[in-house]
């Protein structure tokens, strides 16, 4: 059951980002990475690096 729940934990974490990775000019597969839990704060972290760099612009 527990394996389950990881899966929908997953997907929700997934799916997502493969769609706004693209609008900050990173490669959707990197959406992968959120798979393990310090992969996403690395996600995090980048998106909000390009954020930065695209409200500067």
């Avoid at 990775?21 to 992968?32: E, M």
Wanted: glycine share 8%.
């Amino acid at each position: 059951m527990e394996g389950f729940i990881w899966l929908v934990i997953m997907a929700l974490t997934v799916i997502p980002l493969l769609k706004l990775l693209p609008h900050f000019g990173i490669n959707k597969y990197w959406a992968l990475a959120a798979i393990i839990p310090l992969g996403l704060l690395g996600l995090i972290w980048w998106m909000s690096i390009k954020l930065q760099e695209l409200e500067r612009r």
